[in-house]
């Protein structure tokens, strides 16, 4: 059975850094992992995705440079490093799996949508605090 069990949220002053985990069951059988998150009242956003063979990157533009995306495959963990937090990076942290290995034909920024991800994790809260 497909298992994400993410960790690592808390809550942090801005400036401050936090690290996620994912730790992920028969990671190497998914095509790429990704993070979104939701604040309250909001949509669920996407963060970072990460292709599990390869490693190349891709993030959101309010992320960028702050956050950093990595897995380590003999572990079958998925990491997000995230340093210079801000308040409004505050949100419930999800990552999720893509096991459509299609995809590597696709094109655009079609891995931003929540849609395409088949499994979720139950969520980390990161609070960042002003």
């Known amino acids: 059975q497909v298992q994400l069990v993410e960790s690592g949220g808390g809550l942090v002053q801005a400036g401050g850094s936090l690290r996620l985990s994912c730790a992920v069951s028969?990671?190497?059988?998914?095509?790429?992992m990704g993070w979104f998150r939701q604040a309250p009242g909001k949509e669920r956003d996407f963060v970072a995705r990460?292709?599990?063979?390869?490693?190349?990157?891709e993030y959101a533009d309010s992320v960028k440079g702050r956050f950093t995306i990595s897995r380590d495959n003999a572990k079958n963990t998925v990491y997000l490093q995230m340093n210079s937090l801000k308040p409004e990076d505050t949100a419930v942290y999800y990552c999720?799996?893509?096991?459509?290995?299609?995809?590597?034909?696709?094109?655009?920024?079609?891995?931003?949508?929540?849609?395409?991800?088949?499994?979720w994790g139950q969520g980390t809260q990161v609070t960042v605090s002003s």
């Open positions: 990460i292709k599990w063979r390869g490693g190349s990157t």
């Open positions: 999720a799996a893509d096991t459509d290995t299609r995809h590597t034909y696709y094109s655009g920024s079609y891995y931003s949508a929540a849609a395409v991800y088949d499994y």
């Open positions: 028969e990671g190497t059988l998914y095509y790429a």
